[in-house]
């Protein structure tokens, strides 16, 4: 089957998958490297400005050593698993609330299925793409496809916060 059927077949059973359980899936908001916590990360990571050719750094890097296992942070359907020039080996996940949540610079992908759990593993730890030379780490951003327009602000791209919502808050159980 070619690639472009393949995707076309995944996004319809997305769409069957959202008509069913839609926005009302429980979000559940692991942090998604086996043994991460505060220490993981830098308290400003996300939002930080100046960042390189994004200009501001839309997601959080949690700090790890390579190989340690990466787990979805919430259930959802695979959207996209394979290599970027920047992101490097990559996950794309659409969860509920109509979010997306990538998981970007992994040493492998594990595992090929369309669905997976909260805590599945879909990866390891590594430094591919535009991090090759850097500490190993995950980045992992979460973007809602529907605009939150009341978390645009001031910001450095502050509109872009209506998408892209703070990791950090999300594993901490802050309401967004
Ligand atoms: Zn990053």
Redesign the pocket.
């Known amino acids: 089957m070619s690639r472009i059927r393949i995707v076309v077949r995944r996004l319809l059973l997305v769409v069957v998958a959202v008509l069913v359980a839609g926005l009302f899936l429980p979000e559940s908001r692991q942090i998604p490297v086996v043994g991460a916590g505060s220490g993981d990360w830098h308290p400003d990571t996300f939002w930080y400005y100046p960042w390189g050719r994004s200009g501001v ?1 839309k ?1 959080v ?1 949690i700090f790890a050593i390579k190989g340690t296992p990466v787990l979805a942070s919430s259930g959802g359907v695979v959207l996209f698993r394979g290599e970027l020039a920047r992101g490097g080996r990559v996950v794309l996940m659409l969860g509920p609330k109509w979010r997306l949540h990538y998981y970007a610079h992994l040493d492998q992908t594990v595992g090929n299925g369309l669905w997976l759990a909260e805590g599945d593993q879909l990866g390891t730890v590594g430094d591919s793409g535009n991090a090759a030379g850097k500490p190993p780490h995950l ?1 992992y951003s979460l973007v809602s496809l529907l605009p939150l327009i009341w978390k645009a602000d001031g910001a450095p791209q502050g509109w872009k916060k209506m998408f892209y919502l703070d990791p950090l808050r999300h594993f901490a159980g802050g309401g967004q």
């Open positions: 750094h997601g890097d980045h």
